[in-house]
């Protein structure tokens, strides 16, 4: 029988609240060595999540998108949505605002299998793993699921 999410995810996660300051979201990946911690809001909600990457802002800065002038206007060569939104994790100073919202999840039934092909489509490290009602009651790692491999082939 193929092994499950709930066969191998992390239960219990930590978990930090969208007012929780950077520099304690920043403490906790450091001490707990772990790269993304999912955020709730006041009942266990799952609202986004923050890792590594959204804080690499912090610390890169952004580069304004190039554009050229065309007729007294302005013609961006990238989206300026994207800048703004970049700008806004690099100065951001909670975890609301610089965290990556509407992330994708899982539910514990589905096989590792499908979990690794989600998280390879949507080219992410981790996906927070929902019960029926919202609540986050696990995560699930690349690193779970390559351990799970190694597991299987002893």
Known sequence: MPKTVADVMSRDPIVVRSETSLNEAIQILAERRISGLPVVDDVGKLVGIISE???MWQETGVTPPAY???LDSVIYLKNPATYERDLH??????????MSKD???IKAEKTLAQAARVMHDKK???LPVLD???????ILTRGDIVRA???SQD
């Open 53 to 55: 990457t959204d804080l």
């Open 68 to 70: 050229i002038m065309f």
């Open 89 to 98: 994790k690099a100065l951001g100073q909670t975890v609301g605002e610089v």
């Open 103 to 105: 992330p994708i999840t």
């Open 124 to 126: 992410v490290h981790r």
């Open 132 to 138: 029926e009602s919202g609540q986050v009651i696990g």
């Open 149 to 151: 491999m190694a597991a």
